[in-house]
């Protein structure tokens, strides 16, 4: 596991072009013989970590760089638009979305079509769509199986136009398509102008598709176009690989291509950003609601379900594994996996109510009584297929159809897999999870913080928030000169030793707060987000080292053996006001970098 792997698929004639990636799965099959390696390339960091970023006034080309700098995955050929962007936010968003989303903006304007992708081991974006130069697939010399369908899954007659501040300034509609198929509705938001054109561009009429078979070539890869003439199938003229596959067996070398009849780009849209001024508990303090309404206990429940993609089972086809033994019974599992993905991460309160069950149909009838249960893929919505039953949940949603989605399942051929698309031919609907909102509680500081993130296991025992604090005051101007500490208490008294109504010392809005080195160093800023969703922006001010009384790895043991995690500065001699978060458990600390006025 993690190995590298470079591969050269037109060697010995073509050694520029290669994969590379790192080995992520591997499985031995006894009655085979056999070792299966799978090696994914460095797309994975950019589809499976998350950022919030506030971004003004770069280009996407500039932006993209800027993200795969924080995710640590190289650059080359970027494709350059030159257009820079306003403003443009994400809250929680995967990076390759966020790439996708600035691009998108760019073909807003100058309608261009691009593809993000990997060159050996670095992100490339191009155009989309330029025709594989000299080349054609041909009935009778390449192709050896094609198919053809039409379906109406990607649709859209109708297109609603809105301005920046939310106000509906026109629509434009295909008359002949609502009529005949009934309204699918889009809606876009607009800079300047009217939007009209923006608008057309995003009407879609039937979604034709074809998928073929052929003797291997390399060059065939998603995002370019290939002139094909089969009289079988009648493809015949210019289409766009979607998706490639190809294999290597037993000498011989293969290439299957799902095919578009249009240039569609993967069109990702920025998030809302908004603000309610209503009171938090105090006079003074303000909040930021995240637009989708989702907070980060939706990430704990889908992060645990990442991180057991690849279990199967031991010994296989046993149904026994991690996910069984955590539930408590060996048997078909699909369901056994969701329940233990919310109670793992500590919400199990969110799945049916606090209930339990291996059964996906009795997960379908208990939302479903209670109107939450639908057709349209959300984030977090746990899908239920039909036949025998079974279910996953929703990582991500692709399009604006019923089947546009990516989920993680387990019990998925004995292994917990990620799937492109329904993994079963009937999707009976969504289970809508009322995931808790995620505000942002601060004094005259709403800046979304991103950076690396420390999240804290369930299985750490925790005292939750309690009223633990140094009194700050008292301790200005003692750190010893020329620490960090003594430098952000030198900096609070020249900002007027500002303090919160809670009691609690800040600086610029953050509160001071000290915690154990495994969250960051003194004057970094962080984000202490809490299982009920409340994300608190601080700053730390003192470091609890080792050598501490009761110091543990996750912070100060009180008694019981429990941490407690955050010690607040106090700016009295006694316990700040902290109880409205008193008792709820700190789920994620995420460090944000340093303090820009150290």
């Given at each position: 596991m993690g190995d590298k792997i470079t591969f050269y698929p037109g060697y010995p004639n073509d050694k520029k072009t290669k994969f590379v990636g790192i080995v992520t799965q591997r499985e031995r099959k006894s009655e085979a013989g056999e070792l299966q390696y799978t090696a994914t390339d460095g797309m994975m960091h950019l589809l499976r970590s998350s950022g919030t970023y506030r971004i003004v006034n770069k280009t996407p080309e500039k932006i993209t760089e800027m993200i795969c700098k924080d995710v640590k995955v190289k650059t080359g050929s970027l494709a350059k638009t030159k257009i820079p962007i306003s403003k443009i936010f994400f809250q929680e968003r995967p990076y390759y979305e966020i790439i996708m989303a600035a691009y998108t903006k760019a073909y807003r304007k100058n309608k261009k079509k691009y593809i993000a992708q990997m060159n050996g081991d670095k992100l490339e974006v191009i155009q989309k769509g330029k025709i594989i130069p000299n080349f054609r697939i041909?009935?009778?010399?390449?192709?050896?199986?094609?198919?053809?369908?039409e379906d109406l899954e990607s649709m859209v007659n109708r297109v609603y136009i809105y301005d920046s501040s939310n106000n509906k300034i026109g629509s434009v509609s295909n008359s002949n398509w609502v009529k005949k198929y009934g309204v699918f509705q889009n809606v876009?938001?607009?800079?300047?102008?009217?939007g009209k054109t923006e608008a057309k561009a995003e009407l879609q009429g039937i979604n034709k598709t074809a998928s073929l078979s052929m003797i291997?070539?390399?060059?065939?890869?998603?995002?370019?176009?290939?002139?094909?003439?089969?009289?079988?199938t009648g493809l015949k003229g210019k289409f766009w690989i979607e998706n490639d596959s190809h294999q290597w067996s037993d000498g011989i070398y293969t290439t299957t291509l799902e095919l578009a009849f249009k240039n569609i780009m993967d069109i990702q849209e920025e998030d809302e950003e908004q603000t309610d001024t209503s009171e938090v508990a105090t006079t003074n303090a303000s909040v930021t609601t995240n637009a989708s309404g989702i907070s980060d206990v939706l990430n704990d429940v889908l992060n645990q379900a990442r991180a057991w993609i690849g279990l199967g089972e031991n010994p296989p086809g046993s149904n026994h594994n991690e996910v069984t033994v955590y539930y408590g019974w060996d048997a078909a599992w699909c369901c056994m996996f969701i329940w233990s993905c919310f109670n793992k991460t500590g919400h199990g309160n969110l799945f049916m109510?606090?209930?339990?069950?291996?059964?996906?149909?009795?997960?379908?009838?208990?939302?479903?009584?209670?109107?939450?249960?639908?057709?349209?893929?959300?984030?977090?919505?746990?899908?239920?297929?039909?036949?025998?039953?079974?279910?996953g949940i929703v990582e991500s949603v692709t399009g604006t159809g019923p089947r546009d989605f990516v989920s993680i399942e387990g019990n998925l051929s004995d292994t917990v897999k990620r799937s492109n698309g329904p993994s079963c031919s009937t999707v009976l609907g969504f289970c809508y999870v009322d995931y808790p909102s995620t505000?942002?509680?601060?004094?005259?500081?709403?800046?979304?913080?991103?950076?690396?993130?420390?999240?804290?296991p369930s299985s750490v025992a925790q005292t939750g928030i309690t009223g633990n604090y140094t009194c700050y005051p008292q301790f200005y101007g003692r750190w010893n000169a020329?620490?960090?500490?003594?430098?952000?208490?030198e900096i609070w008294g020249q900002k007027g030793k500002t303090g919160s109504p809670e009691n609690i010392a800040t600086i610029d809005g953050y509160y001071l707060i000290a915690v154990t080195h495994k969250f960051g160093q003194v004057g970094d800023i962080v984000c202490v987000v809490l299982a009920n969703g409340t994300r608190i922006n601080c700053m730390i001010a003192d470091e609890k080292n080792p050598g501490d009384s009761n110091y543990t790895e996750w912070g100060h043991d009180l008694g019981g053996g429990k941490a407690d995690v955050i010690e607040w500065e106090s700016m009295v001699y006694g316990f700040p006001n902290v109880d409205k978060w008193r008792g709820q458990r700190v789920t994620t600390i995420i460090n944000g970098g340093r303090y820009q006025g150290l």
């Open positions: 041909r009935q009778g010399e390449r192709i050896t199986d094609s198919s053809y369908a876009i938001s607009v800079d300047s102008g009217n291997g070539d390399h060059r065939c890869v998603s995002g370019l176009g290939v002139i094909i003439e089969d009289s079988r109510a606090g209930g339990k069950t291996a059964y996906c149909f009795d997960v379908k009838d208990w939302y479903q009584a209670r109107g939450k249960f639908g057709s349209t893929p959300r984030v977090g919505a746990l899908i239920i297929y039909g036949g025998e039953g079974h279910i505000t942002t509680v601060s004094l005259g500081n709403t800046s979304a913080i991103s950076g690396t993130s420390v999240n804290i020329g620490t960090t500490q003594r430098r952000i208490s």
